[in-house]
């Protein structure tokens, strides 16, 4: 594929300028005009820019890309050592973040559904079609330790369960991917029965407890590593290209 074609492809599928975000989607480094090999992963990091220059790939395509709202200017350091080697190596960078965790089919979120066996996935803002965090349910109640165990098998990863004082059975779950976890309010004052996110802060114990909400705490890179592997199974299957998925593991 040609360069453009690739790009347009990208952007008719994820649809960027659908949402305000904190770092352009899309393009963030030219390389190769020709599309052949694409590698995805979560982070434009050294170790997976490494990884995609060893397995001599045209495109590196990332949730986490470069140049984020309120970070320097400056191109020095580690962001100059990623950079230098994407150039030198021909590489494009493709970075799709809001758009990766809210896509319908491919989005993290909705990986995450599939994963854990959720039905009914809808926003979980009311009347924001587009909202980042989403609510479903599952087919019967389950033992609040049957969905950590659950949790923990699929990610692969032992979650944090903070439990509320009833301890209840959940039925309705809400969750958002990364660092998500600000909804947990949200999703209690709409009496859903659980939370999950791929981070904690200190208030969201006192959240759950005092709110009667299960809240779960996944890990960040463990709950956003599903979109990227999604859209290399897509590119594998819809476009002449060559694609891999790439998990740089992080235990935050």
């Known amino acids: 594929m ?19 975000d904190f770092c352009p989607n899309g393009l963030q480094i030219q390389g190769s005009d020709n ?18 220059i060893a397995e001599k790939a045209d495109a590196l395509v990332v949730h986490h890309g470069f140049f984020w709202k309120n970070e320097s200017y400056v191109i020095r350091g580690m962001k100059h050592k ?7 190596n021909n590489i494009n960078l493709f970075a799709y973040h809001l758009p990766l965790d809210i896509h319908p089919i491919l989005g993290n979120n909705a990986q995450l559904a599939k994963l854990f066996s959720i039905n009914n996935v ?17 087919t019967d109640e389950l033992n609040p330790q049957i969905l950590e165990q659950r949790i923990n098998e699929k990610l692969n990863r032992k979650c944090l369960h903070i439990a509320p004082p009833s301890n209840k059975l959940i039925k309705t779950v809400a969750w958002c991917s990364g660092g998500g976890q600000g909804y947990i309010e949200l999703a209690a004052e709409l009496g859903i029965d659980a939370f999950i996110s791929g981070e904690v802060s200190e208030q969201t ?27 290399a199974d897509h590119f594998n299957e819809h ?3 060559k694609a891999k998925f790439i998990d740089i593991d992080n235990p935050a």
């Open 205 to 231: 114990t006192h959240v759950a407890r005092e709110m009667d909400i299960h809240f779960y705490c996944a890990g960040h890179h463990a709950t956003e590593r599903y979109g990227a592997k999604a859209l």
């Open 2 to 20: 040609q360069l453009h074609e690739f790009e347009n492809y990208l952007n008719t599928l994820l649809k960027p300028e659908q949402i305000k």
């Open 239 to 241: 476009l002449p290209i």
């Open 82 to 88: 990623r950079i230098k080697a994407l150039l030198e």
């Open 122 to 138: 809808a926003p979980l803002e009311q009347g924001n079609a587009l909202s980042v965090a989403v609510r479903g349910d599952f």
């Open 35 to 52: 599309i052949a090999k694409v590698i995805t992963g979560v982070t434009a990091t050294q170790a997976l820019i490494d990884q995609a």
